[in-house]
Nanobody
Framework: QVLLVESGGGLVQAGGSLRLSCAASGRTFSTYTMAWFRQAPGKEREFVAVNSRRGTGIYYADSIEGRFTISRDNAKNTVFLQMNHLKPEDTAVYYC????????????????WGQGTQVTVSS
């Protein structure tokens, strides 16, 4: 069982930056693939980024266009999402997710989810 708690969301102007954090409980954090998803109002949850167990396999959604960076600190049981050059269309609730399996862009592959943190980008 893994408990995930996101933080770092907020209101930012277009072009600004935010850094999201996701703290995981338990001693087996390094055995989980970690990912970020987001869900905008009226839209389906979509993949943002994924980081493999050792941080060697990292993939991003095409829509991110090099603006976001996912990283993890296994010693601190935490995964991060650095978001730069934010756009209004990045406004969404951002969710952290953990999977026992390998990297995946599909939400069904993930076993545990956080409660989400709101990111709002004003124009």
């Amino acid at each position: 069982q893994v408990l995930l708690v996101e933080s770092g969301g907020g209101l930012v102007q277009a072009g600004g930056s935010l850094r999201l954090s996701c703290a995981a409980s338990g001693r087996t954090f390094s055995t989980y693939t970690m990912a970020w998803f987001r869900q905008a109002p009226g839209k389906e949850r979509e993949f943002v980024a994924v980081n493999s167990r050792r941080g060697t396999g990292i993939y991003y959604a095409d829509s991110i266009e090099g603006r976001f960076t996912i990283s993890r600190d296994n010693a601190k049981n935490t995964v991060f999402l650095q978001m730069n050059h934010l756009k209004p269309e990045d406004t969404a609730v951002y969710y952290c997710a953990a999977a026992l399996g390998g990297t995946s862009r599909y939400s069904d592959a993930y076993d545990y989810w956080g409660q989400g943190t709101q990111v709002t980008v004003s124009s």
